[in-house]
């Protein structure tokens, strides 16, 4: 938490210049940690105390010092003033205890537990699944399990790395301001992905429904019609014959028969895709596997392996670049654009 460092005479240095004219820097394997608030030492005393917090002023230079995280690693130590370079000392090395060993398993065990818990709420429920009334019933009369969604799969991915990285470091830095602008804005593109993705869906099935509607009061005409011509059948109208009427007959019954068709295309567009595994779930659309969908997660699966392995071997979060959140951008909108045609089941 503290670090206090002597320095013969500086009591007597400072007591000869302007008050408050020097501000200290902490150097500890020559990186220099600016920001750290210290207490000045009393008069007569050459020793002063540096707190060791993380401020947006230091937070690159404890990157460096958490490069391959240790519980304790020798460091050299000195001081300076801002603005100058760091002091002569006879510290050549100490050991400084970066995390205490124990809260790496309190947060292992805590990220065994939310892991469990949420690959159990995966597995039972449709927390991951797409939304929508249920499948088909399969040849047996039983109804599957809907399908795996890929944008909410790709929410979950991100919030459960985001939620385990920061609670991990927070753990051992206690550092609670870890989550840079970056992240939070990724965040936002994979929800943004779902909440589009789900609108599509809620457009598309509003859109069938409409035509079912429409289809609907078609059909209730067409029987009418057919109804009269049957009559009309029995005793044909002047200048009509029996044959022509039973042509019109078969006409109309044939557009029943077609309207019927597209019932039973709708009901399968409307109801939600039935699972076939997990990857052919979010791969895949009513076509077969699809490029834009594994576009979108391949670049999410490179990006959480690059995020997690900066937390592994710095303790900090990637701050991903403008290039990297506009590319991930690009794929979401690219699998939100192919999603409009998209159909959910074969017709």
Request: proline fraction near 4%; glycine fraction near 8%; charge should be neutral.
């Amino acid at each position: 938490d503290t670090i206090a460092v002597v320095a013969q005479g500086l009591s007597a240095y400072l007591a000869a210049q302007p008050a408050q004219s020097q501000k200290f820097v902490l150097y500890l394997n020559g990186v220099a940690l600016h920001g750290l608030q210290t207490s000045a030492p009393l008069a007569g005393h050459d020793h002063i105390t540096f707190y060791l917090d993380r401020v947006d002023a230091n937070r690159d230079g404890w990157a460096l010092l958490f490069h391959d995280p240790a519980p304790k690693k020798q460091l050299s130590l000195s001081m300076g003033f801002e603005g100058g370079h760091a002091f002569d000392t006879k510290v050549w090395s100490f050991t400084l205890i970066l995390f205490r060993g124990w809260w790496l398993v309190a947060w292992c065990f805590l990220f065994a537990l939310l892991l469990g818990l949420f690959l159990q709420m995966a597995a039972k429920s449709d927390i991951i699944r797409e939304s929508g009334p249920s499948p088909l019933p399969d040849r047996n009369g039983r109804i599957p399990r809907k399908a795996f969604s890929l944008a909410r799969a790709q929410m979950a991915w991100w919030t459960f790395l985001v939620i385990a990285g920061f609670t991990l470091i927070w753990m051992a830095t206690w550092d609670s301001a870890a989550i840079p602008e970056s992240v939070l804005a990724l965040i936002g593109i994979s929800s943004a992905t779902g909440l589009a993705a789900a609108v599509v869906d809620k457009s598309n099935t509003s859109s069938l429904g409409s035509e079912q509607s429409q289809l609907s009061s078609e059909k209730a005409g067409v029987q009418a019609e057919i109804t009269a011509l049957q009559t009309q059948l029995a005793a044909p109208p002047t200048g009509t014959t029996a044959a022509n009427i039973q042509a019109a007959i078969d006409t109309k019954t044939s557009r029943i028969k077609a309207i019927d068709d597209r019932f039973t295309q709708i009901a399968a567009q409307v109801a939600t895709p039935a699972t076939e595994g997990f990857f052919i779930d979010i791969l895949s659309d009513a076509n077969g596997l699809s490029f834009h969908r594994f576009q979108m997660f391949a670049w999410t699966v490179v990006l959480g392996i690059i995020f997690v392995v900066s937390i592994a071997r710095q303790l900090v979060m990637l701050d991903f670049s403008a290039t990297l959140l506009g590319l991930m951008g690009l794929s979401s909108g690219t699998y939100i654009g192919f999603k409009f045609p998209e159909q959910k089941n074969p017709s």
